[in-house]
């Protein structure tokens, strides 16, 4: 089935910036938002840094409200409401036009960190404010601060799908669009960084101790990340019915489930080829029309590599021409929110032909050494690109988005 | 959003015993558990049997060796909702979870050990099967489901969501079929939480639950005539206070048929009141030769849809069931017999 899905507003908010246009300008300028780690003690870890995100000023919340919020709904509301201003629903005040808005998110943790409060005061026999942190810590009271402070309602999706969510959650925006069950909606992912997550991936050493360094043969493991991200995606007649500028297409989408084990992909990368391959049919387009592919690309010694022999598969003589990178090294993973930044990331390069770099790359994984990005890139006559999503489960991933005015 | 999807197989495990013969008519048994936080006081909670003969056959899969009980809930629901469909039929059949609180039992361990022995001591063992879709990638592979899986988080609302889910999939072509499927595990950590929230039933009370567990499941696909169906949903009706789910439920039901009778399900949780309000002057299909299962959130979604199925008859061609989300949103399902 054809998708026929415009992408008609764009916003986030990342450890590079406190909206899009910020943080685009300084992935493009090559910045990395590593830094120490300050929301809570990781003095017994191995790694003790990461990429956590500025949080945008609410002035619409009192203080109160703000307390109540968690620190994910901190970072989705400001993203929402620039994805809904840039498509011209948003009014004056921070609020939907779109009374009835279907949205769909992703997310691995929600407002974890609430949960973590609670269980210590629990351990702790300290009960008080117990209440309003079991309150909001489920993924839906994230979904409910959008809604109640952007005042729309509507049917809504969480996907947890791990670190490929954020692009489950775009791809299956636009079957609901497809299949007529939504004229538009507002979906993308968040994430903020949580000590038990934090914890875990130190726990597995998959974080690093020094720079995040995407297919260099000396990557030694991930950074995390925060950040979230929303698109507005539109049937094209919608679209076209409220005079909206379509900013590209969504054209493509696979999804599948890798069985070989529970975080490792199977080494030959079939799964990963596999949702590349079903994106580029669905949306009509040969490997070697893939002007850009914003890669996973965790830096962990496993998943890179594994990754790099899925391109030499499905790209075949298109490796080179086709240019790769991993926004990682920059901001870092920001797990249920990856799939949405990182499809903003390519968008942005289909709609200015700047590239984002590789960056802290000192040796490249051979396999894929003539086809990641440099930097100062810039590409021209992009047609179509690519972001690909892997997560812990098998869950793999892959968006097609194309210019708008590509038949 | 019309669904129409044609139920072909169901699965149901539960305090009351596994299978779709024990959610209609087994007899639940009571334990008492003590929460984290008050190890003096216990309440009544229901729980699955984990000795039960029909959990010995998923014991020696390799996948499941370090698999938490929400897993093993997964995966015989699962079954049972796809007796007598082929290995070759599998490769082609979707899978969508519905969760609210997810793998419950290993997170709490985990992360109760980063506090009482240190970050240092963190099990890598424990963290993956934390994440949502882990107990979704265990039962993918054991029964060999080679279609796309969704993991998907929210309250009871969330079991809606799946099945419109599954719904896009197969109007999208994407598979033959979907397994979808609601479940909750138990852990003594979400004692304190509803306690908290005052959800609880206390000693001699009417009101309040009692806290459960388990899995059920539908396997469904479009066409079949003759088969049980999912005609359409509504959801989105979205509020935090009890005045917030009353005007929820005042605006849905000014949207549905009248004359349909409606199965109500919200009657021991904190919507209780608001769902007898609402719905006064409708025809309300009677629960009481069901066994009181507890809440199990996503669970007891799929538990009452599989409920309200069994009341579909010649002279009740359609049933509504009103799914009570306790902390986002109010949606529900028009079922249907195969004539509808």
């Given at each position: 089935?054809?998708?026929?899905?415009?992408?008609?507003?764009?916003?986030?908010?990342?450890?590079?910036?406190?909206?899009?246009?910020?943080?685009?300008?300084?992935?493009?300028?090559?910045?990395?938002?590593?830094?120490?780690?300050?929301?809570?003690?990781?003095?017994?870890?191995?790694?003790?840094?990461?990429?956590?995100?500025?949080?945008?000023?609410?002035?619409?919340?009192?203080?109160?409200?703000?307390?109540?919020?968690?620190?994910?709904?901190?970072?989705?509301?400001?993203?929402?409401?620039?994805?809904?201003?840039?498509?011209?629903?948003?009014?004056?005040?921070?609020?939907?036009?779109?009374?009835?808005?279907?949205?769909?998110?992703?997310?691995?943790?929600?407002?974890?960190?609430?949960?973590?409060?609670?269980?210590?005061?629990?351990?702790?026999?300290?009960?008080?404010?117990?209440?309003?942190?079991?309150?909001?810590?489920?993924?839906?009271?994230?979904?409910?601060?959008?809604?109640?402070?952007?005042?729309?309602?509507?049917?809504?999706?969480?996907?947890?799908?791990?670190?490929?969510?954020?692009?489950?959650?775009?791809?299956?925006?636009?079957?609901?669009?497809?299949?007529?069950?939504?004229?538009?909606?507002?979906?993308?992912?968040?994430?903020?960084?949580?000590?038990?997550?934090?914890?875990?991936?130190?726990?597995?050493?998959?974080?690093?101790?020094?720079?995040?360094?995407?297919?260099?043969?000396?990557?030694?493991?991930?950074?995390?990340?925060?950040?979230?991200?929303?698109?507005?995606?539109?049937?094209?007649?919608?679209?076209?019915?409220?005079?909206?500028?379509?900013?590209?297409?969504?054209?493509?989408?696979?999804?599948?489930?890798?069985?070989?084990?529970?975080?490792?992909?199977?080494?030959?990368?079939?799964?990963?080829?596999?949702?590349?391959?079903?994106?580029?049919?669905?949306?009509?387009?040969?490997?070697?029309?893939?002007?850009?592919?914003?890669?996973?690309?965790?830096?962990?010694?496993?998943?890179?590599?594994?990754?790099?022999?899925?391109?030499?598969?499905?790209?075949?003589?298109?490796?080179?021409?086709?240019?790769?990178?991993?926004?990682?090294?920059?901001?870092?993973?920001?797990?249920?929110?990856?799939?949405?930044?990182?499809?903003?990331?390519?968008?942005?390069?289909?709609?200015?032909?700047?590239?984002?770099?590789?960056?802290?790359?000192?040796?490249?994984?051979?396999?894929?050494?003539?086809?990641?990005?440099?930097?100062?890139?810039?590409?021209?006559?992009?047609?179509?690109?690519?972001?690909?999503?892997?997560?812990?489960?098998?869950?793999?991933?892959?968006?097609?988005?194309?210019?708008?005015?590509?038949? | 959003?019309?669904?129409?999807?044609?139920?072909?197989?169901?699965?149901?495990?539960?305090?009351?015993?596994?299978?779709?013969?024990?959610?209609?008519?087994?007899?639940?048994?009571?334990?008492?558990?003590?929460?984290?936080?008050?190890?003096?006081?216990?309440?009544?909670?229901?729980?699955?049997?984990?000795?039960?003969?029909?959990?010995?056959?998923?014991?020696?899969?390799?996948?499941?060796?370090?698999?938490?009980?929400?897993?093993?809930?997964?995966?015989?629901?699962?079954?049972?909702?796809?007796?007598?469909?082929?290995?070759?039929?599998?490769?082609?059949?979707?899978?969508?979870?519905?969760?609210?609180?997810?793998?419950?039992?290993?997170?709490?361990?985990?992360?109760?050990?980063?506090?009482?022995?240190?970050?240092?001591?963190?099990?890598?063992?424990?963290?993956?099967?934390?994440?949502?879709?882990?107990?979704?990638?265990?039962?993918?592979?054991?029964?060999?489901?080679?279609?796309?899986?969704?993991?998907?988080?929210?309250?009871?609302?969330?079991?809606?969501?799946?099945?419109?889910?599954?719904?896009?999939?197969?109007?999208?072509?994407?598979?033959?079929?979907?397994?979808?499927?609601?479940?909750?595990?138990?852990?003594?950590?979400?004692?304190?939480?509803?306690?908290?929230?005052?959800?609880?039933?206390?000693?001699?009370?009417?009101?309040?639950?009692?806290?459960?567990?388990?899995?059920?499941?539908?396997?469904?696909?479009?066409?079949?005539?003759?088969?049980?169906?999912?005609?359409?949903?509504?959801?989105?009706?979205?509020?935090?206070?009890?005045?917030?789910?009353?005007?929820?439920?005042?605006?849905?039901?000014?949207?549905?048929?009248?004359?349909l009778p409606?199965?109500?399900?919200?009657?021991?949780?904190?919507?209780?009141?608001?769902?007898?309000?609402?719905?006064?002057?409708?025809c309300?299909l009677?629960?009481?030769?069901?066994?009181?299962?507890?809440?199990?959130?996503?669970?007891?979604?799929?538990?009452?849809?599989?409920?309200?199925?069994?009341r579909l008859s010649p002279e009740t061609p359609q049933v509504?069931?009103?799914?009570?989300?306790?902390?986002?949103?109010?949606?529900?399902?028009?079922l249907g017999n195969?004539?509808?």
């Amino acid at each position: 089935v054809k998708l026929k899905v415009v992408v008609t507003g764009m916003g986030a908010v990342t450890p590079l910036g406190v909206n899009l246009a910020t943080t685009w300008d300084a992935l493009i300028a090559g910045k990395d938002a590593q830094v120490p780690l300050e929301l809570f003690d990781t003095s017994g870890c191995r790694c003790h840094h990461a990429a956590s995100a500025k949080l945008p000023p609410l002035p619409d919340f009192s203080s109160k409200a703000l307390r109540r919020l968690s620190r994910t709904s901190r970072l989705a509301i400001p993203a929402a409401r620039e994805a809904l201003a840039s498509a011209g629903l948003l009014d004056a005040e921070g609020r939907s036009l779109a009374r009835e808005l279907p949205i769909c998110v992703s997310t691995t943790s929600g407002g974890m960190a609430f949960g973590e409060d609670f269980v210590r005061r629990i351990l702790a026999q300290k009960r008080s404010h117990l209440y309003s942190q079991i309150a909001r810590y489920l993924p839906q009271q994230q979904v409910l601060d959008l809604q109640q402070a952007l005042q729309f309602s509507g049917p809504s999706v969480i996907i947890a799908n791990a670190c490929a969510s954020g692009a489950n959650s775009l791809g299956h925006a636009a079957e609901l669009i497809a299949t007529g069950a939504a004229d538009y909606v507002l979906a993308g992912g968040f994430e903020a960084i949580t000590e038990l997550v934090f914890v875990g991936f130190d726990s597995l050493q998959a974080t690093t101790t020094d720079r995040c360094r995407p297919f260099d043969l000396h990557r030694s493991g991930l950074l995390i990340g925060e950040a979230a991200a929303f698109l507005v995606l539109e049937s094209e007649e919608h679209a076209q019915k409220r005079c909206a500028t379509p900013l590209c297409r969504l054209t493509g989408y696979g999804h599948t489930t890798d069985f070989f084990h529970l975080t490792q992909p199977k080494p030959d990368g079939g799964a990963l080829i596999e949702v590349m391959r079903a994106a580029s049919a669905q949306a009509e387009i040969t490997p070697a029309q893939i002007g850009y592919l914003n890669a996973h690309g965790t830096a962990t010694p496993t998943n890179d590599g594994v990754e790099a022999k899925a391109y030499q598969t499905f790209l075949g003589d298109a490796l080179g021409p086709t240019r790769i990178s991993s926004t990682k090294g920059a901001i870092g993973h920001t797990l249920g929110a990856a799939g949405s930044v990182e499809a903003l990331f390519a968008i942005h390069a289909l709609r200015t032909g700047k590239l984002p770099p590789q960056l802290n790359l000192r040796e490249p994984i051979p396999e894929v050494a003539k086809t990641l990005v440099g930097a100062n890139e810039i590409a021209t006559d992009l047609q179509h690109v690519m972001s690909v999503n892997l997560g812990f489960g098998g869950s793999n991933a892959a968006l097609v988005f194309s210019r708008s005015d590509t038949a | 959003m019309k669904l129409d999807l044609a139920v072909i197989g169901q699965g149901a495990v539960t305090p009351a015993g596994i299978g779709i013969d024990a959610l209609l008519h087994g007899k639940p048994v009571q334990t008492e558990i003590a929460p984290l936080g008050q190890p003096d006081k216990t309440w009544p909670v229901l729980r699955v049997n984990p000795k039960d003969p029909a959990f010995s056959r998923w014991q020696r899969e390799p996948r499941l060796r370090r698999a938490s009980p929400i897993a093993f809930f997964l995966v015989e629901a699962a079954e049972q909702a796809l007796t007598g469909v082929s290995a070759e039929d599998r490769k082609e059949t979707g899978l969508i979870v519905a969760f609210s609180a997810g793998c419950l039992v290993y997170s709490r361990r985990f992360f109760e050990g980063i506090i009482k022995q240190g970050q240092r001591s963190a099990s890598p063992a424990l963290f993956p099967e934390t994440v949502f879709n882990s107990p979704v990638s265990h039962v993918a592979t054991v029964l060999g489901l080679n279609g796309a899986a969704y993991a998907l988080v929210g309250d009871e609302s969330a079991w809606v969501g799946a099945l419109q889910t599954a719904s896009v999939w197969l109007q999208m072509e994407r598979v033959k079929q979907v397994v979808v499927l609601g479940v909750e595990e138990f852990d003594p950590l979400v004692l304190d939480a509803y306690r908290s929230v005052r959800w609880l039933r206390r000693q001699n009370s009417a009101h309040g639950f009692l806290t459960s567990e388990g899995a059920a499941g539908v396997l469904v696909r479009r066409g079949e005539s003759g088969r049980p169906r999912i005609i359409s949903t509504r959801d989105g009706f979205i509020y935090r206070t009890q005045s917030q789910a009353a005007a929820a439920a005042e605006k849905l039901l000014d949207q549905i048929d009248p004359k349909l009778p409606l199965y109500p399900t919200a009657k021991n949780n904190w919507l209780g009141p608001v769902e007898e309000k609402a719905t006064q002057d409708r025809c309300l299909l009677s629960t009481k030769d069901q066994p009181y299962l507890g809440e199990a959130f996503t669970a007891s979604a799929a538990w009452n849809t599989l409920r309200a199925l069994r009341r579909l008859s010649p002279e009740t061609p359609q049933v509504l069931l009103p799914i009570w989300g306790l902390n986002h949103q109010l949606a529900f399902l028009q079922l249907g017999n195969g004539n509808s």
